[in-house]
């Protein structure tokens, strides 16, 4: 069974750091792109950033010069550093991964179970 495994959320104050990490559990035959979204009670998920296989990477301007997003391709791990943390960065934030499983399989998309990201002012 696929499971991507999320860790680092917290509490942090405002100005503060936390760095996000995010693994596949499974070895994978290729991966597209992996992100973070977040969501607060009551609003839709939103997309935070994504990384692609090539490397291309995109933010919400929300997040633009605060929060990095990287991939660590040999272990399959996507990491979120999110500095100059705000209030409104609370969220529940929810790691995505489309893959391939194996050679034949299609492309599916996988979520971690979410980790909360306090940030108190």
């Known amino acids: 069974q696929v499971q991507l495994v999320e860790s680092g959320g917290g509490l942090v104050q405002a100005g503060g750091s936390l760095r996000l990490s995010c693994a596949a559990s499974v070895s994978i035959f290729s991966i597209n792109a992996m992100g973070w979204y977040r969501q607060d009670p009551g609003k839709q998920r939103e997309l935070v950033a994504v990384i692609t296989n090539d490397g291309t990477t995109n933010y919400a301007d929300s997040v633009k010069g605060r929060f990095t997003i990287s991939r660590d391709g040999a272990k399959n791990t996507v990491l979120l550093q999110m500095n100059s943390l705000k209030s409104e960065d609370t969220a529940v934030y929810y790691c995505?991964?489309?893959?391939?499983?194996?050679?034949?399989?299609?492309?599916?998309?996988?979520w971690g179970q979410g980790t909360q990201v306090t940030v108190e002012s």
């Open positions: 995505k991964a489309e893959f391939k499983r194996y050679r034949w399989s299609a492309v599916l998309d996988y």
